[in-house]
């Protein structure tokens, strides 16, 4: 199994930064396709970001230029840099992992979540 836990949410200024970390277990970044979800209250959760194992990525209209995602394989960690933050981002954040059939513990994996608010 694969657990991801993620950090590195709170409360921030309209404008600020914030940068999430997704500690994953196993080493599975080199294989997974890692993305970062949002949920923000009353709403569907929404894809944000994703990083496949080449390195390529993708990013939701509403936040590209401002969001980055990366990936450090050797520290199993995945993040999301957020800049320029508006009170519309504020959400719960989920890390999640799309691990290959080809892997043992292929599977879809999610974290659980960590809170984003920013403030007006």
């Known amino acids: 199994q694969v657990q991801l836990v993620e950090s590195g949410g709170g409360l921030v200024q309209a404008g600020g930064s914030l940068r999430l970390s997704c500690a994953a277990s196993?080493?599975?970044?080199?294989?997974?396709?890692m993305g970062w979800y949002r949920q923000a209250p009353g709403k569907q959760r929404e894809l944000a970001s994703t990083?496949?194992?080449?390195?390529?990525?993708t990013y939701a209209d509403s936040v590209k230029g401002r969001f980055t995602i990366s990936r450090d394989n050797a520290k199993n960690t995945v993040y999301l840099q957020m800049n320029s933050l508006k009170p519309e981002d504020t959400a719960v954040y989920y890390c999640?992992?799309?691990?290959?059939?080809?892997?043992?513990?292929?599977?879809?994996?999610w974290g659980q979540g960590t809170q984003v608010t920013v403030s007006s």
């Open positions: 196993g080493n599975i970044l080199s294989s997974a396709v």
């Open positions: 999640n992992a799309k691990v290959p059939d080809w892997i043992p513990v292929r599977g879809d994996y």
């Open positions: 990083i496949t194992r080449s390195g390529s990525t």
